[in-house]
Nanobody
Framework: QVQLVESGGGLVQAGGSLRLSCTVS????????MGWFRQAPGKEHEFVAG?????????RYADSVKGRFTISRDNAKNTGYLEMNSLKPEDTAAYYC????????????????RGQGTQVAVSS
């Protein structure tokens, strides 16, 4: 059974930091690309960041988070991470991880497996 479980969300003040984790089971995680998405109330899923499979040598970010968020992975732990710094109220959303067979996909609906999300709230 494939499972993606996010954790690490919470309430933080503007300017603060959070680190989200996504633990994957039931898949050969090492060679899968991973993406992070977010969904604010009343909005569509928005691509946040993506990392390639294997060593994770390639990453891409949405312009809105570039320079503030960092995506990484630890294949030994079957876990991906999203380090979020300098958080802003507009970062408030449910954050989801997802995996894909190839790197570069930014469309939520094209990811093969997706988690249930973790909530992030940033107060001003």
């Amino acid at each position: 059974q494939v499972q993606l479980v996010e954790s690490g969300g919470g309430l933080v003040q503007a300017g603060g930091s959070l680190r989200l984790s996504c633990t994957v089971s039931g898949l050969s995680f090492s060679w899968l690309a991973m993406g992070w998405f977010r969904q604010a109330p009343g909005k569509e899923h928005e691509f946040v960041a993506g990392i390639s499979g294997g060593s994770g040598s390639s990453a891409r970010y949405a312009d809105s988070v570039k320079g503030r968020f960092t995506i990484s992975r630890d294949n030994a732990k079957n876990t991906g991470y999203l380090e979020m710094n300098s958080l802003k109220p507009e970062d408030t959303a449910a954050y989801y991880c997802a995996v894909h067979r190839s790197f570069g996909t930014t469309a939520w609906g094209q990811y093969d497996y997706r988690g249930q999300g973790t909530q992030v709230a940033v107060s001003s």
